[in-house]
């Protein structure tokens, strides 16, 4: 009898009966396009993978390139999609900029997720510089399926300040900047210590009059 049509798979046959070996629909990996972090900081950047049950993925082979200016590669480690599949994660760090990651696994991967996770250190000391974190190679099982890569992009944040900029990158504007309050008697009063992007100075005489005799 001849065999009834399958899922397709990568494993060099033409299991839907399609005539076509091998024909997956491709997966894709992606990186945050919202990463942001202080000068000095540690960062883990995960690796997101798409949905690849049944389809026969064994291994990964990753470079991911990004300003060495901005970013600095520590360490590599296991993705949550990884666990209990028998994986092996071979990272390389030693040259700037770039990060390369080589997964072999003894079980296919299945599921979506984080493939791997990527901790960098925040070189840059400069407040809104930043970098992609490109994908300069992208391979699952040495080609199959194809791969669509995403970029991430990173941005330095620092403290906030006053000037009407989101300078933490909480998506907030010179937020929990405080209040100040001086003066006496009368005079005693609160103000914002930025208003309108513009650091404010508590007048301790804002509110003075010639001096009378009611008890103020």
Same mark, same amino acid.
């Given at each position: ?8 798979? =990568?494993?060099? /046959? ?10 997956? &629909?491709?997966? %894709? ?24 049950? +049944? ?10 390139? /990004?300003? &060495? ?14 666990? !209990?599949? +028998? ?16 997964? /072999? ?5 299945? +599921? ?13 000391? %400069? ?6 974190? *490109? /994908? ?7 080609? =199959? ?5 995403? *970029? ?11 000037? !009407? ?7 907030? %504007? ?7 309050? =001086? +003066?006496? !008697?009368?005079?005693?009063? %609160? ?23 009611? !008890?103020?």
């Amino acid at each position: 009898d001849a065999p009834s049509p399958a899922v397709e798979t =990568c494993d060099g /046959f033409d299991n839907d009966c399609d005539g076509i070996v091998d024909n997956v &629909p491709p997966a %894709t990996v992606a990186i945050s396009d919202s990463l942001t972090g202080i000068p000095g900081q540690l960062i883990v950047v995960p690796i997101q993978l798409s949905d690849v049950t +049944g389809i026969g993925v064994f291994s990964a082979d990753l470079e991911v390139t /990004f300003g &060495p200016a901005v970013l600095r590669a520590v360490s590599a480690a296991d993705g949550a999609l990884l666990a !209990g599949k +028998g994986c092996t994660l071979t990272p390389g760090l030693g040259v700037s900029g770039h990060a390369t990651i080589s997964v /072999f696994c003894t079980s296919p991967l299945a +599921g979506a997720g984080s493939l791997a996770e990527l901790t960098f250190q925040v070189m840059s000391t %400069t407040y809104g510089s930043t970098t992609p974190l *490109a /994908f300069a190679t992208a391979l699952l099982n040495e080609g =199959c399926p194809g791969v669509t890569a995403h *970029a991430g992009l990173f941005a330095v944040r620092g403290s906030e300040i006053c000037d !009407g900029q989101d300078n933490d990158g909480n998506g907030q %504007t010179d937020e929990g900047l405080g209040q100040t309050t =001086c +003066g006496l !008697g009368a005079c005693l009063h %609160t103000i914002d210590n930025c208003v309108g992007g513009y650091p404010q100075t508590c007048n301790p005489l804002q509110g003075s009059h010639a001096e009378t005799c009611d !008890g103020v």
